[in-house]
């Protein structure tokens, strides 16, 4: 019965929150459930999907909020992924991501338009000021509590793999929940911090509320007990937590609009208070449907410079932006 509600469900024209992480390499490194709607593939229906996110990140808060933190670099991430309805309103699915880290090419459109909005001067994100930054350098760094500091440069390789199991907990006409479990498995090279070396594992709620035929909210809520043989030490917390909301908008049969946000505990405790606060963003996404199957998602998603860093909950420690580009296929 489960099933083949969510099955009605899921041929509505919602489609759902985008697939969006906040894209700071340490929030990357270690298990998070990217938003999801509560609905679950029938038994033996399947969904691929291929998500390509490309982040600048720069953050060099004053060292008198606590130790000395710089970032200053790009991330290209691709994260493929294969789900497939296992009976019993179960969803089994994998995700593996390739991550690049490196210079990029996206520091002097983001220079310019810091200076257009009169960012370039000194801020709480960016201390000494823009104006004196080097382009398309990688480094993410901050001054451990023994006086050591530790750095990492440009990186490629494969991130952590991450397995989940959904199950469908309440499908109404106008209401869904359901439930995740989820684990990584250490297939990153912890040292060029592009994995955690651990197993982590968590668990997550998705809920979703239809307001109207044309408008839909969704929400996340998950927890995650982090492993603790991280290159980073006990600057790993042990447990992190996540929340996300999306208001979706179906502007046609096919298309939909979303604005979305997201917050978490931060992973890695760097000790300034700036870079270990509220981790957050804020996204808009466009998402189109087209035949057979397929679907294109595309997005921009900010940090809290977009409102002066002060609304935490809506924006606040993540990457200055990130372009996202989606790709999925239903059979």
Not at 5 to 13: E, I, K, N, V
Not at 209 to 225: E, F, I, P, T
Request: contains cysteine.
């Amino acid at each position: 019965m489960l099933a083949c509600l969510a099955s009605a469900h899921a041929d509505t024209s919602f489609q759902g929150p985008a697939d969006l992480r906040n894209q700071r390499p340490y929030q990357l490194l270690f298990l998070g459930f990217s938003p999801q709607s509560a609905s679950v593939l029938p038994d033996g229906r399947t969904r691929v999907s291929a998500q390509f996110d490309i982040a600048n990140d720069v953050l060099a808060p004053s060292p008198k909020e606590g130790a000395a933190v710089r970032e200053d670099t790009e991330t290209q991430r691709l994260a493929l992924s294969y789900a497939r309805g296992v009976g019993g309103g179960f969803e089994a699915s994998a995700i593996i991501p390739v991550v690049a880290r490196n210079g990029g090419v996206l520091d002097k459109l983001a220079e310019t338009y810091h200076r257009l909005v009169g960012f370039d001067h000194p801020t709480r994100d960016v201390y000494f000021g823009r104006r004196d930054l080097p382009s398309y350098q990688s480094v993410v760094s901050f001054d451990r509590p023994g006086g050591d500091s530790a750095t990492f440069g440009a990186a490629f390789g494969l991130g952590d793999t991450q397995l989940t199991l959904k199950h469908a907990l309440l499908r109404g006409l106008r209401t869904g929940v359901a439930a995740r479990l989820g684990i990584t498995l250490p297939t990153g090279d912890k040292n060029h911090l592009l994995g955690s070396g651990g197993v982590d594992y968590g668990a997550d709620l998705d809920v979703d509320q239809m307001l109207s035929s044309r408008l839909a909210v969704y929400a996340n809520l998950s927890a995650v007990q982090i492993g603790r043989d991280s290159a980073l030490g006990n600057a790993a917390r042990s447990s992190i937590y996540h929340t996300s909301a999306a208001l979706e908008y179906v502007s046609s049969s096919s298309s939909s609009w979303i604005l979305q946000t997201e917050e978490g505990s931060a992973a890695v405790r760097t000790g300034n208070a700036f870079a270990d606060g509220t981790q957050s963003t804020i996204a808009v996404a466009y998402r189109r449907r087209s035949s057979h199957g397929v679907a294109w998602t595309y997005a921009c998603t900010e940090n809290g410079d977009l409102f002066n860093y002060g609304a935490p909950s809506l924006a606040q420690i993540g990457p200055d932006i990130t372009f996202s580009v989606g790709w999925e296929k239903r059979d």
